[in-house]
């Protein structure tokens, strides 16, 4: 599995030059907050549905399916959350573990093919455990409300510490999407 992560890595390095170029790779620094226009782009995810307790579970699978798909990922790993904790019960939680990947790429099940097309995204970053980045996402959802903005999607996060097994919780880096839309009136 460790091996796995690691050819991903290596892949990840040497594409990411490519997405900044593109923007796919707008990072935000520090506590700030920011919106960002992001370009739409397809990845590749396995969907669950339940408690959060299934995400290492589901990263493996995820993994191993694109190795046995021939599946090269095209950036950071990400997750997409369409609920919360806080809106329903852990059993009817949303989620999604996934890759950006090209648009040519063939995927098979269980794996799915989507495309993110929200343009307009509150970003900031969390440092610090994965298990906290609902602390990150509220700041950034308080923001949203303060500055005439409106939530319009679900948050995707994006994991993008090459080895996380090699860092410190505190020392986690995830830059946090929140799609949005200007208040009208």
């Not at 999607?153 to 505190?170: A, I, Q, T």
Request: glycine content about 8%; hydrophobic content about 40%; charged content about 20%.
């Amino acid at each position: 599995m460790k091996k796995d992560f690691l050819v991903i890595a290596l892949v990840t390095m040497f594409i990411a030059p490519v997405l900044l170029a593109a923007g796919l790779y707008p990072l935000a620094s520090g506590d700030s907050i920011s919106v960002q226009q992001v370009e739409p782009f397809v990845y590749v995810c396995l969907e669950q549905k339940g408690p959060f307790d299934k995400m290492e579970e589901t990263i493996g699978r995820l993994l191993q399916e694109m190795q046995a798909q021939n599946i090269v990922p095209a950036g950071a790993m990400i997750g997409i959350y369409v609920n919360s904790p806080s809106q329903v019960k852990p059993e009817d939680l949303q989620w999604e573990m996934g890759f950006p990947v090209t648009e040519q790429s063939f995927v098979q099940p269980p794996l799915q093919k989507k495309e993110w097309n929200f343009s307009l995204v509150a970003v900031g970053m969390h440092q610090g455990p994965y298990e906290k980045t609902g602390e990150t996402i509220q700041k950034i959802m308080d923001w949203i409300t303060a500055n005439g903005y409106l939530p319009a999607g679900p948050v995707l996060e994006r994991y993008l510490d090459m080895n996380p097994d090699e860092l410190k919780p505190e020392q986690l880096k995830t830059e946090i999407w929140i799609p949005c839309q200007k208040k009208s009136g």
